[in-house]
């Protein structure tokens, strides 16, 4: 009886080694293997290590998590909120008040910006890529270049870009990546639409893209330190009478020279 059982035990080792299948009832072993030679042990102790060695390596995920919508939704909120508290109270408001005006705990409010530099820089890069956004948007829909200047100049307001000149002296990272390419874009899509406007001899020529940014941020912002909550009623109605003033033919002669981009920059 051992005997046979060591014949089975060496006949199922040999067809391990050698690619031999028993056939079921017949005791004899069908090759099934297709290579030229027989595999050794040490190759099949190889080829059994690298498979239980492939098997026990861990699996790692390619998907990246997205943030909730409700969580893109508060950060939203959040900025804009701040937004609309940088306008009308300027960029040093409390940011309970912003969290309150947003609808969210203080705990979400400092979880997405951890830090006042952190809000305000948020703050500074949605409303210029807005703005811009705007200017392009103006070009597209008027094919008169007062008139999508006149368009820009009411878009511009609706997204509150005065939030942006108080945060000038502002404790953030003016020089941020960001923001220096966002201001960029800012600067060159009004340079275009009041270079058109001029070009078609619809805009007067003694006034320059730092005229219309200056105009826009003080028309679109209460005084500092008081709490104007109806001025935006009176907004677009100022805003037009700007836009009158800046018509040809002039009908004064303005004080001063021009303002530019870089009289902006270094004041």
């Known amino acids: ?29 069908t090759r099934t293997d297709t290579g030229t030679g027989s595999a050794t042990r040490a190759d099949t102790g190889r080829v059994a290590e690298a498979a239980a060695g492939k098997s026990a390596a861990p699996t790692t995920s390619c998907r990246v998590a997205r943030p909730r919508a409700d969580a893109l ?61 705007r200017a392009e948007e103006a070009v597209a829909a008027e094919s008169d270049p007062f008139a999508a200047l006149s368009r820009f100049v009411h878009a511009a307001a609706d997204e509150r870009i005065g939030a942006l000149c108080p945060m000038i002296s502002g404790v953030f990272d003016r020089d941020h990546p960001d923001l220096l390419a966002e201001r960029d874009r800012l600067e060159e899509a009004v340079a275009g639409l009041v270079t058109r406007a ?16 200056v105009a826009l941020s003080q028309l679109t912002r209460p005084l500092p330190g008081i709490a104007c909550q109806g001025i935006d009623r009176f907004t677009h109605r100022h805003l037009q009478l700007f836009l009158d003033g800046l018509e040809t033919p002039a009908r004064s002669e303005l004080p001063g020279s021009a303002a530019t981009l870089e009289d902006l920059r270094r004041s």
Do not use: W
């Not at 959040?78 to 937004?83: E, F, G, L």
């Not at 070009?199 to 320059?208: E, K, N, P, V």
């Open 198 to 213: 001029q070009s078609a001899g619809r805009l007067r020529t003694d006034i320059a893209v730092g005229d219309v940014l």
């Open 73 to 133: 939704r508060n950060r939203e909120r959040i900025v804009s909120a701040a937004r609309e508290l940088f306008v009308e109270f300027g960029p040093d408001v409390a940011l309970d008040d912003v969290a309150r005006r947003a609808g969210v705990g203080n705990a979400t409010l400092y979880r997405n910006f951890p830090d006042r530099a952190a809000l305000t820089h948020e703050v500074v890069l949605a409303v210029t890529s807005r703005t811009t956004l």
């Open 1 to 29: 009886m051992r005997v046979a059982v060591e014949t089975v035990a060496k006949g199922a080792a040999q067809a391990a080694v050698t690619g031999n299948t028993a056939q079921p009832g017949t005791g004899r072993a």
